[in-house]
């Protein structure tokens, strides 16, 4: 399957297809460039040898795995890579990885000598759902996540599902959380298809459907003027609660992204019947339904979150499936009652 991104000069086109990592060369040029392909270390090995033996020219840098490596040193570790590589305006980056390698070599892209190349080849649910399209690259400065950053549109998004096969089961899950969002703002049939199907057996059209949501509002609204905001659903608590409670360095038994924006999700679901039908779903997938926090923690990085502007925060609310409100909320008043919503009692 082929979708197009339409983002005027900025355009690109989305391939979804299995095996289509072993025919790149022949979606894009190899030959005629250096190419640098960026993995990290858990990514299994075969995938960027497998690139790079398409490649005239071509080296692999890879990263240790974690969202640890989403941050300056690991930023520097790609650019250094990149210089003594000896890589020009004309090269190309490829990520092939999950989010984290694709926030972080597509930084890497759209910064070194000004901007070069970007390919996108995720191996994640959660990449291939979402974190590949859309253009947004990011660092993170210690617990402010994704503060360094830049719109840098790929040249292309390959998407292999076939890479998943060797996908933790727990990571399988976790991307499925980015898709239930899209499903809960903009596509009931979506989120139904997780009430009645199975998310291994019908793995390609979730992540098709994602795509189309995402790309939908993408197009709208590029570069995060109004529309796109509500791609942040559940992002608001959910990185609140990813500060608080997330993977990182030694915090080795912290949830996932996605798990945290499953929980930053359920607060924001107005209508209860709905909130009972996507715990129920959470349940039914493995993901949190529930979760013990931090509360005044979580309330703490909020307020010193990005989004924030003065002493209220703009959220977006799920009032009815496949419908979404932004909502402008005092910090004060207003979200500690949220966060009480969303965490045990
Ligand atoms: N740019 C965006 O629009 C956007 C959107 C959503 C999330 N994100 C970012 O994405 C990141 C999370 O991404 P993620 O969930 O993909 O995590 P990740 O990139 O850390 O990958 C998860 C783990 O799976 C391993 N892995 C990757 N592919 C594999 C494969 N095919 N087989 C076996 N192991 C594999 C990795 O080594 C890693 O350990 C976060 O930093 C988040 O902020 C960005
Ligand atoms: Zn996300």
């Not at 979708?3 to 900025?10: F, I, S, V, W």
Request: proline share 3%; with cysteine; hydrophobic share 40%.
């Amino acid at each position: 399957m082929k979708l197009t991104m339409n983002l005027a000069q900025n355009s690109y086109d989305i391939i979804l297809k299995r095996g289509a990592l072993g025919n790149l060369r022949h979606l894009a040029d190899l030959t005629h460039r250096k190419v640098m392909i960026v993995t990290d270390s858990g990514v299994p090995a075969q995938y960027a040898l497998g690139v790079k033996a398409q490649c005239a020219d071509g080296a692999v840098c890879t990263i240790p795995q974690g969202e640890g490596s989403k941050s300056v040193k690991g930023y520097t570790q790609v650019l250094q890579a990149m210089l003594d590589f000896g890589m020009d305006r004309s090269s190309l980056v490829i990520a092939l990885g999950g989010g984290v390698v694709g926030d972080l070599a597509g930084f890497a892209a759209a910064t070194y000598m000004r901007g070069i190349d970007f390919i996108n080849c995720p191996t994640t649910t959660l990449s291939q759902i979402d974190s590949s399209i859309g253009g947004k690259t990011a660092i993170d400065l210690g617990d402010a996540k994704n503060i360094v950053g830049a719109f840098w549109q790929p040249k292309l998004v390959v998407i292999d599902p076939d890479t998943l096969d060797t996908l933790p089961r727990r990571h399988y899950v976790n991307g499925m959380a980015e898709a239930i969002k899209a499903g809960l703002i903009c596509d009931a049939q979506l989120f139904q298809l997780f009430e009645t199907g199975d998310i291994y057996a019908d793995g390609e059209e979730i992540i098709y459907k994602s795509l189309l949501v995402k790309k939908h509002v993408v197009e709208r609204d590029e570069k995060e003027n109004g529309e796109r905001k509500i791609l942040n659903f559940g992002h608001t608590i959910g990185h609140g609660i990813e500060a608080v409670k997330g993977v990182k360095g030694r915090r080795t038994n912290g949830l996932y992204h996605g798990e945290c924006v499953a929980l930053g999700m359920l607060p924001m679901i107005q209508d209860r019947e709905l909130a009972k039908r996507t715990r129920a779903l959470y349940r039914k997938i493995g993901l949190p339904a529930r979760c013990s926090y931090n509360k005044e923690k979580v309330l703490e990085y909020m307020k010193h979150d990005k989004k924030s502007a003065g002493d209220s925060i703009t959220v977006v609310k799920v009032p009815g499936l496949g419908c979404w409100r932004m909502e402008k909320i005092s910090l004060e008043k207003d979200l500690p009652a949220l966060i009480g919503l969303g965490a045990k009692e």
